[in-house]
């Protein structure tokens, strides 16, 4: 069986000056992740704005990518709503057009309890033969998907994996613990991905791969090689972008340090409005401690611990 990248960036959507979704934009950068220690890429995340995209926009962006990308890593489509039924069809359509897999968010404002939640991904496992990854972020959905209905989830077959963005350690021990040893835990965080894995993930869904993606993946595998105190060297190196990249909402950190290093990025879709001056000094700090962005002093060590204190 084909594995499962370890390496997977959660992908912005750039837009061309009149806004409109720039496919090529997104075929460029799918391409420049993978030659930077990508494995796989989330197309129409949260990252991706999914929230303001259309369906047909986030289906054409999943068959723009997939064309660009082959068989080079894996597309794992954003299929998730808060409309079971949506995200079933959704879910359908992104298998007809090329999708390795499929990542669906757990249903946001209308906070479904837990018997809902098993439902919901009931049906959207149903609605495809790919893999399914569980995409969990209380902060953003108002909802916990607790590890009990993890457990349930696992049960089905191409449930196989969760993005856990709920910042909880013990939540994540909790979740391994029960869950079986071929259900597969991704941090959700950047920042914690080093400790996660420490207690058992098996990679990251990353914002800042789009950064830094080779220094993420070497941090990852060195970890996996017994490496660990090279692996907590680039944790350390990396944390003041990690940082960075959430000084304000997600995407809008991302897309601004995509367009300082070259991406095309594009502007963002309101309700989201571009970074401020002062998000965007830090944001400049952080690349100039990796050698990314001339003209600024110091490592960015000392303003990220400033501004996240």
């Known amino acids: 069986m084909r594995r499962f990248p370890r390496v997977v960036t959660a992908m912005i959507t750039p837009y061309k000056e009149d806004m409109s979704v720039d496919y090529e934009g997104a075929q460029k950068i799918a391409g420049y992740l993978l030659d930077h220690g990508s494995e796989g890429l989330v197309v129409a995340g949260t990252t991706g704005e999914s ?37 079933a069809e959704m879910t359908s359509a992104a298998e007809r057009v090329g999708a390795d897999a ?98 058992g993930a098996y990679g990251v869904v990353s914002v800042a791969a789009h950064i830094a993606g080779d220094l993420v993946s070497d941090m990852i595998y060195a970890y996996l090689e017994g490496r660990i105190d090279e692996a907590r060297e680039a944790h350390l190196k990396l944390f003041p972008l990690f940082k960075a990249l959430f000084i304000t909402t997600n995407p809008i950190p991302v897309k601004k340090a995509a367009a300082l290093i070259g991406l095309p990025a594009g502007d963002l879709r309101l309700p989201l409005v571009e970074a401020s001056p002062d998000e965007t000094a830090v944001i400049e700090a952080a690349l100039a401690g990796l050698g990314l962005r001339g003209g600024l002093c110091g490592s960015g060590f000392g303003e990220a611990l400033r501004i996240f204190a």
């Open 51 to 87: 929230p303001v995209l259309s369906i047909q926009e986030k289906i054409d962006l999943f068959q723009a990518v997939k064309e660009a990308v082959g068989s080079r890593g894996w597309v794992i489509a954003g299929t998730g709503t808060n409309s079971t039924r949506d995200a």
């Open 102 to 199: 499929v990542m669906a968010v757990v249903p946001y404002y209308n906070k479904p309890n837990q018997e809902g939640l098993f439902r919901h991904y009931q049906e959207v496992a149903s609605a495809t033969s790919k893999p399914v990854m569980i995409y969990n972020v209380p902060g953003r959905t108002g909802i916990n998907l607790q590890p009990q209905t993890a457990q349930r989830l696992a049960q089905i077959g191409n449930v196989r994996a969760i993005k856990d963005a709920s910042g909880n350690l013990d939540q994540i021990t909790a979740m391994k613990a029960v869950l079986p040893d071929d259900f597969l835990i991704y941090s959700g965080d950047d920042s914690l991905t080093l400790p996660m894995m420490a207690v």
